[in-house]
């Protein structure tokens, strides 16, 4: 294909696996510990606020233990160096992107280092933790919730995200299982739309055939690799 001018990529809990972080469906991953209706629904919430609230302390606190790897170092090189458009979606609540130097990056379910108040609805910045109720900096309630997208909740900006599927010529998958939707739909998306479709992941996934290509292998090697073809 000619040289892309316009790259949307679409990352998954797999492109943190090298960074240490558990992807949701592998053995032993945080779905295996938790129920999702338990601790990714509001549903859950309502039924276990300190169960919830702990799992998202726990995961948050976790970001300071582990670093971004050379996929995440890679998709940052991209993003200073590539002069096309570029938009990576993630559904990785973390923050390794954005400390791997990546700048054009949306969090489509949202950030553990962000917190939303129930009461008035705004998102602010979040470290620490929520199970001891903290004030929201906003309106001085009591009633901060982590600022995650869960099951049978809108996404964030997913009119900005559909606009850039139209515009893309080239719609990269990296390190997802193609579980969930709207993101599992993405590539049908964009392909309906004209763009060449790449998957990078350690295995085939659910969507593995929607993709023109799909090459299995480490994030760590694969996005490397990739970025060079890209940006030589
Ligand atoms: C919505 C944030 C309406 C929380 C997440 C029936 C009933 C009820 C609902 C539904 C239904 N059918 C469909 C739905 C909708 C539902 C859904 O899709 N359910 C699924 C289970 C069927 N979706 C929703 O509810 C969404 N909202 O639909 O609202 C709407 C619709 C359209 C437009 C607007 C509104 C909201 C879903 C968001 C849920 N929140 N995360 C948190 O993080 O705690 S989901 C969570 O799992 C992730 O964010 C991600 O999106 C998803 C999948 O996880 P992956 O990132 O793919 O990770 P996974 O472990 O699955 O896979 C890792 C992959 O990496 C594997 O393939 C592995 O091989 C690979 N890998 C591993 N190591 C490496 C690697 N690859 C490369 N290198 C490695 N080293």
């Known amino acids: 294909m000619a040289a892309p001018r316009n790259i949307v990529i679409l990352t998954g809990a797999g492109i943190s696996a090298e960074s240490g972080i558990d992807t949701f469906r592998a053995e032993g991953g945080l ?47 991209l993003d200073a160096e590539f002069d096309g458009e570029l938009l990576i979606v993630t559904q990785n609540v973390d923050d390794l ?14 950030e553990l280092k962000s917190a939303l108040c129930r009461i008035c609805e705004r998102r602010t910045p979040f470290e620490g933790t929520m199970r001891q109720r903290p004030a929201c900096p906003m309106c001085e309630s009591r009633s901060l919730r982590p600022d995650v997208v869960w ?12 606009a850039a599927l139209r515009a893309a ?20 998306d964009a392909r309906e739309m004209g ?33 060079e073809e890209i940006l030589r």
């Open 31 to 77: 779905w295996e510990q938790h129920r999702i209706e338990d601790v990714a629904t509001p549903e859950g919430f309502e039924r276990d606020p300190d169960l919830v609230l702990n799992f998202y302390d726990m995961r948050r606190a976790a970001l300071a233990t582990v670093a971004p790897n050379p996929a995440h170092e890679a998709l940052a090189r």
């Open 97 to 110: 992107h954005e400390r791997a130097g990546a700048r054009r990056v949306l969090h489509m379910h949202g």
């Open 151 to 162: 099951f049978g909740e809108m996404p964030y900006e997913m009119d900005r995200i559909y």
């Open 169 to 188: 010529d080239l719609f990269v998958s990296i390190g997802t299982s193609g579980a969930v939707y709207p993101a599992a739909g993405f590539v049908r």
């Open 195 to 227: 763009a060449h479709t790449l998957e990078l992941n350690l295995e085939r996934s659910e969507g593995s055939h929607w993709f023109h290509e799909s090459r299995q292998g480490r994030a760590g090697e694969l996005v490397p690799a990739w970025v």
